[in-house]
């Protein structure tokens, strides 16, 4: 009797964190994965979005597909949204995709779906430092941050005009750079011009801080539910992620709301979301942070710990053409925490933890995951960092408590032997 062939998925600009999940999910469930592209969100100079999809057409159309997905923030989630309308498989549309990533059209966006969970929010221009003409002067202090951002690049409190102009004129040469793959792809598939080379101005929010995750099926949204972001004091770095949500159960009813009437209004669909939010327990208010219309891949495998379904696996579904079944509390923890390894100041790096050590620590908890950064001889500042600290690793674990979870993270840190050195 023939063989009946496996399904083919394409992953565009594929991530370590694809690479790893899928593996997993390959040894549970009868696919084939092509990987396409490189994880490119950190070498964008002379990157050609239109070069890159020509390419992809033509060696992709040499496959059977039967889906095509992306987890790469950007630009990968919407070259993957581009080449799935192409092949005709299950994925958002490009020109939704590319709204939610021009931050400013975002908040156009949400102002009419969602006005109460909006700041109030301008415009800067990236050379002057000023307020572009039209646009509503806030008051100082306000948050700055680009159009299109990563990696909390360049976002910062504005105390004053001076510090205003001193953001402007040291991230607009790269902004220019950065938001260039966005800005073609906007003026070929989004209905907007607005370049996105620009600083959006927006309120100060405090609070406590949370991402909501979800899915968008046949126009119907599912929340799979809220993250805590744990902060170091005084920092807009993040210290942990934890899952499920301490928020009252109500307050995260409300969130789940806002998100479900934000991503139906703006017609996502088939994909993955997950929006940062900003809890103000004051006054009651929730504000809308960000929109990420891709899942959260850091996050996948705590709803796999807590709830029983990784949501790589629900991507996978979606991608298929199957409809997600989705339930909580059916995983072997209650609590699940990614756990940031970070430093304030910059430092060489003279050991990492062996693969030894990792095993160790793998078989003594055999569903955490550990993600190293760096090498011997590296310094800190040469890897991805958020301007404001300097990150080495992330673990992932789950337990019957957050006490529980602290425990079993300390007992990582003390095996995982990294060695610092001064610059």
Same mark, same amino acid.
């Given at each position: 009797m023939a063989t009946k062939p496996k399904k083919k998925i394409a992953v565009i600009c594929p991530t370590h964190r694809d690479i790893r999940e899928l593996a997993i999910l390959q040894a549970l469930r009868d696919f084939a994965v092509i990987w396409y592209g490189d994880d490119v969100s950190e070498r964008l100079e002379g990157f050609s979005v239109f070069d890159f999809l020509s390419v992809a057409r033509s060696r992709l159309s040499h496959e059977d597909l039967s889906g095509i997905i992306s987890t790469d923030d950007y630009p990968g989630s919407i070259l993957g949204s581009v080449l799935a309308r192409e092949f005709n498989v299950s994925a958002p549309r490009p020109e939704v995709l590319i709204a939610c990533q021009h931050k400013l059209e975002c908040r156009h966006l949400g102002r009419r779906l969602v006005p109460e969970a909006i700041p109030a929010f301008s415009l800067v221009d990236p050379i002057s430092g000023d307020f572009v003409a039209g646009e509503a002067a806030l008051s100082f202090p306000f948050f700055v941050k680009p159009v299109k951002s990563f990696f909390s690049i360049f976002a910062s409190v504005v105390s004053n005009h001076d510090d205003m102009v001193r953001i402007a004129k040291h991230a607009g040469?790269?902004?220019?750079?950065?938001?260039?793959?966005?800005?073609?792809? %906007?003026? !070929?598939?989004?209905?907007? %011009? $607005?370049? %996105?080379?620009?600083?959006?101005?927006?309120?100060? $929010? !405090? *609070? /406590?801080?949370?991402?909501?995750? *979800?899915?968008?099926?046949?126009?119907? %949204?599912?929340?799979?539910?809220?993250?805590?972001?744990? $902060?170091?004091? @005084?920092?807009?770095?993040? !210290?942990?992620?934890?899952?499920?949500?301490?928020?009252? @159960?109500? /307050?995260?009813?409300? $969130?789940s709301d806002i998100a479900a009437r934000f991503m139906e209004g703006i017609g996502f669909d088939n994909g993955l979301f997950n929006i940062e939010m900003m809890y103000d327990e004051r006054d009651g208010s929730i504000r809308i942070i960000e929109v990420n219309p891709r899942m959260s891949s850091q996050f996948a495998d705590l709803f796999e710990k807590v709830d029983g379904v990784n949501s790589y696996e629900v991507l996978l579904n979606i991608a298929l053409g199957q409809e997600p079944m989705y339930a909580r509390g059916k995983g072997k923890h209650t609590v699940a925490v990614s756990h940031v390894l970070r430093t304030f100041s910059d430092k060489k790096i003279l050991r990492v933890p062996d693969k030894e050590h990792e095993d160790a620590l793998l078989k003594r908890f055999p569903d955490m995951r550990i993600e190293l950064f760096g090498k011997p001889g590296e310094t800190l500042s040469a890897l991805l960092q958020d301007g404001n600290s300097f990150r080495y690793g992330i673990i992932n674990l789950g337990g019957e408590s957050l006490e529980d979870v602290a425990r079993r993270i300390q007992e990582c840190e003390k095996h995982l032997t990294f060695e610092f050195g001064p610059l």
């Open positions: 040469p790269t902004l220019k750079e950065f938001a260039a793959p966005l800005n073609q792809l %906007a003026e !070929r598939y989004a209905p907007f %011009a $607005m370049h %996105a080379e620009y600083l959006l101005a927006e309120e100060l $929010m !405090r *609070g /406590v801080q949370v991402t909501v995750e *979800g899915y968008v099926w046949n126009g119907k %949204a599912t929340i799979m539910g809220v993250v805590d972001s744990v $902060m170091f004091p @005084g920092t807009i770095s993040f !210290r942990q992620f934890v899952y499920p949500s301490g928020l009252p @159960g109500c /307050v995260q009813a409300k $969130m």
